[in-house]
């Protein structure tokens, strides 16, 4: 039984590391695009920009990712049980859509997007109190100075797509709510 136990253990351990390597490498083209994206801007614009100029991005980033995080989490409370319902018992509940399972991946993905963001940025804040007071060396200074930038800029877009998501995601939301509101009018006067 034991044996049994760990051999589906490893099974799924498995399945999940490879699931994992197929969403990692599905997000490198984007994600590589953010980067090179934010490390550009970043390098443009380390001269100009201080890091005080950052504290209302910051901050405004903050609100927003907790905002989403909240939004995203709402909807995962109320798309889950459903979704869990139509696998434990399909006998009493209809199969449960693809595009619902796609809608939860995408919650699940903006509420990780959302939680990154937030974590990032207080690393950043904690980094920052940490190591920038600290360091005389004036190019050292600099190159951190850029990366801060940079990392402003690859959480923004990080967010800015969690959003877009969000909005997207609400909108087929709504327009599936209205065709069920269509067929069942359309059945009832049948």
């Known amino acids: 039984m034991l044996k049994e136990r760990k051999m589906l253990l490893n099974k799924n351990f498995k399945e999940v590391l490879i699931a994992f ?21 970043g390098y443009h614009l380390v001269d100009n920009v201080s890091l005080a100029d950052l504290k209302p991005i910051m901050g405004t980033l903050q609100n927003i990712a907790a905002a989403v995080f909240t939004l995203a989490g709402i909807w995962i409370a109320y798309s889950y049980p459903q979704a869990i319902a139509a696998y434990t018992s399909p006998s009493s509940v209809k199969v449960i859509p693809t595009d619902e399972t796609k809608r939860i991946e995408n919650l699940v993905l903006i509420v990780l997007t959302s939680a990154f963001v937030i974590s990032s940025l207080l690393l950043i804040n904690m980094l920052y109190l940490l190591v ?19 990392s402003v800029f690859y959480l923004s877009f990080l967010q800015l797509k969690a959003i877009f998501i969000v909005m997207i995601t609400n909108i087929l939301f709504v327009n599936e709510l209205h065709h069920k509101k ?9």
């Open 21 to 41: 390597f197929i969403f990692i490498k599905s997000r490198i083209v984007l994600h590589s695009f953010y980067i090179i994206a934010s490390l550009a801007l």
């Open 132 to 150: 920038y007071k600290t360091i005389s060396d004036l190019n050292s200074l600099h190159i951190l100075k850029m990366l801060g930038v940079s």
């Open 182 to 190: 269509t067929e069942k009018d359309a059945n009832d006067d049948l």
